[in-house]
Nanobody
């Protein structure tokens, strides 16, 4: 079982930056692929980025490419989402998720979410 706790959300002006953190319980953090998703009001939850267990492979969706970066610290059991040049359309609840790294199915573990609000 993995428990995930996000932090770092808040209110920021357009063009600003935030760094989200997600701390995972358990002793095998490096064995999990970690991801960030977001859900804007009235919209479906959407995938934002993922990072493999070793941290050597990352992927971010085109809509945030060049502005967002995902990273992890396997000693601290933490995954980060650095968000720069924020836009009002980035406003959403951001969720951290985890699954076993080589598992091809959906993400099994989810955090409670952290609100990000970008004002224009």
């Amino acid at each position: 079982q993995v428990q995930l706790v996000e932090s770092g959300g808040g209110l920021v002006q357009a063009g600003g930056s935030l760094r989200l953190s997600c701390v995972a319980s358990g002793r095998t953090f490096s064995g999990y692929r970690m991801a960030w998703f977001r859900q804007a009001p009235g919209k479906e939850r959407e995938f934002v980025a993922h990072i493999r267990g070793s941290g050597e492979s990352t992927y971010v969706v085109d809509s945030v490419s060049g502005r967002f970066a995902i990273s992890r610290d396997n000693v601290k059991n933490t995954v980060y989402l650095q968000m720069n040049s924020l836009k009002p359309e980035d406003t959403a609840v951001y969720y951290c998720a985890a699954k076993v790294d080589n598992y091809v199915g959906s993400y099994d573990y989810w955090g409670q979410g952290t609100q990000v609000t970008v004002s224009s």
